[in-house]
């Protein structure tokens, strides 16, 4: 089955700093990889994904995402974090196996951006 | 383009109590999902919808949870009797069905509902 992780369930970085928000993966075939950011009493909201070709993807607002897929990881960063990118991110699985989308989601990870 | 369209916001009720919640997914997007997401965890699938038949409800509590989406558009998530464990999010959710962007699922801003 499909699933995916995200060990840290909270990330504290100062400002200006790089982020790093942490996901593994487990699936079968092509993974197909995204990432989701919640903010407080909004709907998640899509900032990238990996289907195939380069292994850094570039998405909204700056961050980006490394797909190394002898780690089975896909990260998210940011060179410099910004007080704004507090938030909770979700890294997502599809799954189409089926014939039709399947979606899986992992628990999240709260992202504190300190000034 | 419009987003996925969801309402109520907000929705507090009395354990036992009945709620229905109204989605209505971005234009031409033929598969829909229900999900629900209890503070602090990950979005759970309810379930899917592509155009108007289910492809998955393995995880909907059937015994008081009920979705319908008639004419393969709005989708409407009912639950009835409501018990203090399902004050949660009910994110609905919306995608293509094939194609490079039916890869990629777009959520609205979802229903918030208080059991008490």
């Known amino acids: 089955a499909q699933s995916v992780a995200q060990p840290e369930d909270q990330v504290n970085v100062a400002e200006g700093n790089p982020l790093t928000v942490k996901c593994t993966y487990s699936v079968s075939g092509n993974p197909y990889l995204f990432w989701y950011v919640q903010y407080p009493n909004r709907g998640l909201q899509f900032l990238l994904k990996?289907?195939?070709?380069?292994?850094l993807v570039k998405g909204s607002y700056g961050f980006e995402a490394e797909f190394n897929k002898s780690q089975t990881s896909f990260h998210l960063k940011k060179p410099s974090a910004l007080v704004s990118d507090s938030a909770l991110y979700f890294c997502a699985v599809r799954d189409g196996l089926m014939g039709f989308n399947k979606f899986y989601f992992g628990s999240g990870t709260k992202l504190n951006v300190k000034p | 383009e419009a987003g996925v369209a969801q309402s109520p916001r907000y929705k507090i009720i009395e354990k036992r109590q009945s709620v229905a919640f109204w989605c209505n997914p971005i234009?031409?997007?033929?598969?829909l999902y229900w999900y629900q997401q209890i503070l602090g965890q990950g979005p759970k699938l309810l379930i899917q919808?592509?155009?108007?038949?289910?492809?998955?409800d393995s995880q909907l509590p059937k015994d008081r949870f009920s979705a319908e989406r008639l004419k393969g558009v709005d989708s409407t998530l009912k639950i009835q009797p409501a018990k203090l464990e399902d004050s949660a999010v009910y994110l609905c959710?919306?995608?293509?069905?094939?194609?490079?962007?039916?890869?990629?699922?777009?959520f609205g801003e979802g229903s918030w509902l208080t059991v008490v």
């Open positions: 990996y289907i195939t070709g380069d292994n």
């Open positions: 959710a919306s995608s293509l069905v094939r194609g490079p962007s039916g890869n990629t699922i777009y």
């Open positions: 919808f592509q155009n108007n038949g289910v492809v998955d």
């Open positions: 234009s031409g997007h033929a598969t």
